[in-house]
Structure formats: structure tokens, C-alpha cells
T-cell receptor, first 113, second 112 residues
């Protein structure tokens, strides 16, 4: 059973608009969450992270929100740009379990010019 | 040079053959990982190593083995390749996951 789920396999948005990518998790022991971006023919690259003691973390156009009671996090990209078109993976780790990352299935974002 | 280098980038092999995928890193990190990516299933952990003398099975280790030859090198072997091992394989390294992983560019393996 997947502990980290991204229920939307794909998302299409218009350039300049907001992109919202969602992620749900089941393990209440997860205490650190990360988003990775992956372009074709490349490995995933770290994008942004958030600790469970926070509910929001911003880095430029990217903001991650964490709702612990709902076991849900989301990544907001504002404004979306064509270069943001990629696959986005949500990941989570548990400090007491060696900080291993568990990944979601990914969401393919397409930003149309 | 890339921080994490995987070879080969692409490989087609026949069912039953033994194949090795290699990974080297220049980050100086102790931790190294092997993942496979399948559509819709994300990245699943095959094996990981926290230092040269440490090897651990991940979520899907059956049919795979690894060797940690040095701090910088971590290779993955498929003992007898089968078609459902066709996937994209990624090697990664990290200090701890709090700082994220650095991934290689991947090896696309096709077993026919």
C-alpha cells in the first residue's frame, strides 16, 4: 500500500496561472516532506521542503503547504512558466526510521504558453 | 562532471542475462541509494547503503543485488534479468534526507 500518493497523474495549466499539485500521505510518523522535479532524460532534482513543525514554506515562485490533520501537502507554483513543465514527485521521511525517503507516483505538469 | 554519474545510460538485454549498473558520486556523501521508476508508481527503493560496510534491502530488492566498492561507488546487479525489470533506474546520494538526495541521470533498462 502506497504511503505517499499523488492522485493526479497529470495537470495542465496556462502560462501565468497558478499550478497546484497535491499529495496525500498515510503514515503519521512522517515529519519531513520534499518536492522533486524531473525533466525527461534527467534525474529528479530537489525543489523545496517543509518540516512538520511548519505549515508553509516559500521559495520564490514555489510554496509548499502542509496540513497535518488532513495528512495533505500541496505545491503551489505562481506564476506558472512553460519551463515548469515536468514531472513532480512528492516525498516524505520519518526521522526515527533513518530519514529514508518514500516517494509518491508523480504528477506530470504541462504549462501551456 | 556530474555529481552522480550512472553508466550505462541505456541498455537492452535479454531475459536471463546478468547485468550490472554502475554509479559513482563526487559529493563525498556516505549514503547511496538505488531506485527504480515505473509509470504511476513513482520511485521505489531497491537497496541502500549508509556507508561502505553497510548494505540494506529496500522495498523491492528481490532479483537484485548491490556492491559498495568504495564510498563513491555503488553498483546494482540483476542476477537473471526478466522483462518486468524493464524500468528507469536511478542512483542517488545524500548526507541525510533532510537535505534531499542528489540523483544521477538514470539508466533506462529494457529486458527483452
Amino acid at each position: 500500500d502506497q504511503q505517499v500518493k499523488q492522485n493526479s497523474p497529470s495537470l495542465s495549466v496556462q502560462e501565468g496561472r497558478i499550478s497546484i499539485l497535491n499529495c496525500d500521505y498515510t503514515n503519521s510518523m512522517f515529519d519531513y516532506f520534499l518536492w522533486y522535479k524531473k525533466y525527461p532524460a534527467e534525474g529528479p532534482t530537489f525543489l523545496i521542503s517543509i518540516s512538520s513543525i511548519k505549515d508553509k514554506n516559500e521559495d520564490g515562485r514555489f510554496t509548499v503547504f502542509l496540513n497535518k490533520s488532513a495528512k495533505h501537502l500541496s505545491l503551489h507554483i505562481v506564476p506558472s512558466q512553460p519551463g515548469d513543465s515536468a514531472v513532480y514527485f512528492c516525498a516524505a521521511s520519518e526521522g526515527n526510521a533513518g530519514n529514508m525517503l518514500t516517494f509518491g507516483g508523480g504528477t506530470r505538469l504541462m504549462v501551456k504558453p | 562532471d556530474a555529481d552522480v554519474t550512472q553508466t550505462p545510460r541505456n541498455r537492452i538485454t535479454k531475459t536471463g542475462k546478468r547485468i550490472m549498473l554502475e554509479c559513482s558520486q563526487t559529493k563525498g556523501h556516505d549514503r547511496m541509494y538505488w531506485y527504480r521508476q515505473d509509470p504511476g508508481l513513482g520511485l521505489r527503493l531497491i537497496y541502500y547503503s549508509f556507508d561502505v560496510k553497510d548494505i540494506n534491502k529496500g522495498e523491492i530488492s528481490d532479483g537484485y543485488s548491490v556492491s559498495r566498492q568504495a564510498q563513491a561507488k555503488f553498483s546494482l546487479s540483476l542476477e537473471s534479468a526478466i522483462p518486468n525489470q524493464t524500468a528507469l533506474y536511478f542512483c542517488a546520494t545524500s548526507e541525510t534526507s533532510r537535505y534531499g538526495y542528489t540523483f544521477g541521470s538514470g539508466t533506462r533498462l529494457t529486458v527483452v
